[in-house]
Nanobody, 122 residues
């Protein structure tokens, strides 16, 4: 599977943004998917994960209640809806695909898309 993230941009604090990640169709529904982010000078951080069937999701504490991950297996796409954005959410956001179960460890994901930049101004 190959991944392409899009939808990043600049938004004011308190605003909303949705980023998407399109996958090549091959076996997309077999993969657990996740979003990670990386801010300058910081390690890559888990944001949200979603099981291959879309029935199990989990989030980092920093985004729980504000972000929602979803997927549309018919469109081979996952989404991250981000509400009540904060300046500390500013980062390069990556989508990732894995086949060995949900995990917050980026090493468990074998396929990564190019990041999409999200900038939240104060």
């Amino acid at each position: 599977v190959q991944l392409q993230a899009s939808g990043g941009g600049v938004v004011q604090a308190g605003g909303s943004l949705r980023v998407s990640c399109a996958a090549t169709p091959r076996l997309f529904s077999w993969y657990d998917m996740a979003w990670f982010r990386q801010a300058p000078g910081k390690d890559r951080e888990f944001v949200a994960g979603l099981s291959r069937r879309g029935n199990i999701s989990y989030y980092s504490d920093s985004v729980k209640g504000r972000f929602t991950i979803s997927r549309d297996n018919r469109k081979n796409t996952i989404y991250l809806q981000m509400n009540r954005l904060k300046p500390e959410d500013t980062a390069l956001y990556y989508c990732a695909a894995g086949s060995i179960g949900l995990s917050k460890d980026p090493n468990e994901y074998g396929t990564w898309g190019r990041g999409t930049q999200v900038t939240v101004s104060s």
